[in-house]
């Protein structure tokens, strides 16, 4: 008794690495199991991160369109207060125009298929940039599920892996441990998209006998459920046919720009499915 | 009062962590705060506080960022008790010690990122290099503006570790 009274600290650190080595080895093993703390977690911030994100575009957008622009010429004060308050005005209208013409996009987008879509904005991103995940606003309330398909107009983004109250985290297919079976458009050749925690996302188990060509694009196959089928994930940037081995190395490009993403669809799941 | 305005800038810093709208996050690649928090934590608190912050920020960390892998909480443990393993040899309090000790924790997270990601997700170790560097980049221009921004925050711990260096210095002269 009195050793550990008289180690308590040392003991308590060994407790936290303790804890800690054995969520890192739990880790490895589920990797993409998550627990109720996680979703209790994510469901408490995503009202202070909607709060910050909003307050941070206002002070921003304030900044860029207002106080960027006091330190010029004495004489032109009253005229540049008055160009100001246009430009203001002119940008609100324009990101309105700009964000009408999105969803619009959006809207014709949803139509085109038979999946119930849901319209999402992205309110996090990552911390660290070793992985890919965003937050988006939209959680189990809205009838977001994990393992729903997210994507745009422009293509495939990812998918949902944790869904709390009313936020959810969706993993970009840019993300190392995102994998999603593909189909070469053209040929119809069967792959597996995978990411490298980078801009660019890796085709794999194409056969060398297969024939890929640069600008090939890369449609989801529809087989897991996940994503619609045909939905586009990128194109072919480069093809590289090692001596040894089996398949090819593919490189290809996603067809979103996940630095622009803004608003995304869920791709809700069927309640039969959802069991 | 200090107490509650350092929790209010961890607060403040985790959801600037988070943000989209935090600039080069367009990359992914932002300063690590959170590294930042750990040093902090590692040089201003008794081990034990210091040691529960630093894995409550991880384990948050490790619920916004990926999928589950435990790496925080591994990653920001070990530059803490890196840190404290330094103790009786660094003085924390000059700056450029400080700025050192940041090098050295960015050093230590690389270890440990370059032992998952090979071992995980077998990349090339060079493949992480590029941007560990940028990110390290980031963090070490950040670090010297956001360190004093915590300094007076716990000003009085210092006051009390010289008071408790004097003390121990005195009872070995007794000795």
């Known amino acids: ?275 | 009062m200090k107490k509650t305005a350092f929790f209010a800038l961890v607060c403040i810093l985790f959801l600037l962590q988070i943000s989209p709208v935090l600039p080069c996050a367009d990359y992914g690649i932002r300063p690590d705060f959170i590294l930042i928090l750990a040093i902090f934590s590692a040089v201003q608190f008794p081990l034990c506080c210091g040691a529960f912050i630093v894995f409550i920020l991880s384990c948050l960390m490790e619920v916004f960022s990926g999928v589950n892998t435990g790496l925080y909480p591994i990653i920001y443990l070990s530059v803490f008790l890196s840190i404290r393993s330094l103790e009786g040899y660094f003085d924390f309090f000059r700056p450029l010690n400080l700025f050192l000790l940041a090098i050295f924790s960015l050093a230590v997270k690389f270890i440990i990122l370059l032992f998952c990601f090979n071992f995980i997700y077998e990349f090339r170790h060079f493949e992480i290099l590029a941007p560990f560097l940028k990110e390290s980049a980031y963090t070490l221009l950040v670090f010297p503006a956001l360190y004093p921004l915590l300094g007076p925050l716990y000003k009085k711990q210092k006051k009390n570790l010289e008071l408790k260096n004097i003390v121990l210095i005195h009872e070995q002269r007794h000795r």
């Open chain 1, 1 to 275: 008794m009195q050793f550990f009274i008289k180690n308590k600290r040392s003991l308590f650190i060994a407790a936290l690495l303790l804890v800690a080595l054995t969520l890192f080895a739990k880790g490895i093993e589920q990797k993409t199991k998550r627990s109720f703390f996680d979703r209790i977690v994510l469901t408490l911030f995503s009202f202070p991160l909607s709060i910050t994100n909003k307050s941070i575009t206002a002070i921003s957008s304030a900044w860029h369109h207002y106080f960027f622009l006091v330190g010029l010429n004495d004489e032109n004060i009253a005229l540049k207060k008055r160009v100001d308050g246009l430009s203001i005005d002119n940008q609100l209208l324009r990101e309105q125009s700009d964000e009408n013409k999105r969803l619009r996009e959006l809207l014709v987008f949803r139509k085109k298929f038979e999946h119930k879509m849901l319209p999402a904005e992205i309110i996090g991103r990552d911390p660290s940039g070793w992985f890919k995940t965003v937050l988006v606003d939209k959680g189990t309330l809205d009838g977001v599920s994990r393992d729903a398909g997210v994507i745009t107009p422009d293509g495939v983004v990812g998918c949902v892996i944790e869904a709390g109250l009313n936020s959810s985290k969706v993993l970009l297919i840019t993300d190392i441990n995102s994998y999603i079976d593909v189909l070469i458009k053209r040929t119809r050749t069967h792959g597996i998209v995978v990411g490298r925690g980078e801009q660019t996302c890796y085709l794999s188990y194409v056969l060398k006998t297969e024939e890929v060509a640069l600008d090939d694009i890369i449609v989801s196959s529809g087989i897991n459920t996940v994503y619609p089928k045909g939905i586009i994930v990128g194109t072919v940037t480069k093809i590289k046919k090692d001596r040894s081995g089996f398949f090819q190395s593919i490189e290809i490009k996603p067809a979103v720009d996940f630095s622009k993403l803004h608003e995304v669809l869920i791709v809700l799941r069927e309640p039969e499915k959802q069991k």
